[in-house]
């Protein structure tokens, strides 16, 4: 699934979601935060300048767009 966080003309914050840990019998999704910069016609992926990456655990994809 995905979320739009964030948006403008020429970036956006998007996060992705996929299937995660069961915790107590609780499906979890395992939710990772992008941006994504408009560059020559197409949407690409900005590099990080951290290795953090930033990612959660959601319970639900309410809101969501899942595919």
Do not use: C, H
Request: proline share 3%.
């Amino acid at each position: 699934a995905f979320k739009i966080d964030d948006y403008a003309d020429d970036m956006a914050i998007v996060r992705l979601a996929s299937r995660g840990p069961v915790l107590d019998g609780k499906q979890l999704y395992a939710a990772m935060r992008m941006i994504v910069v408009w560059d020559k016609g197409d949407w690409r992926l900005k590099p990080s300048a951290t290795t953090n990456t930033q990612t959660e655990y959601v319970e639900s994809l309410a809101g969501w767009t899942t595919w």
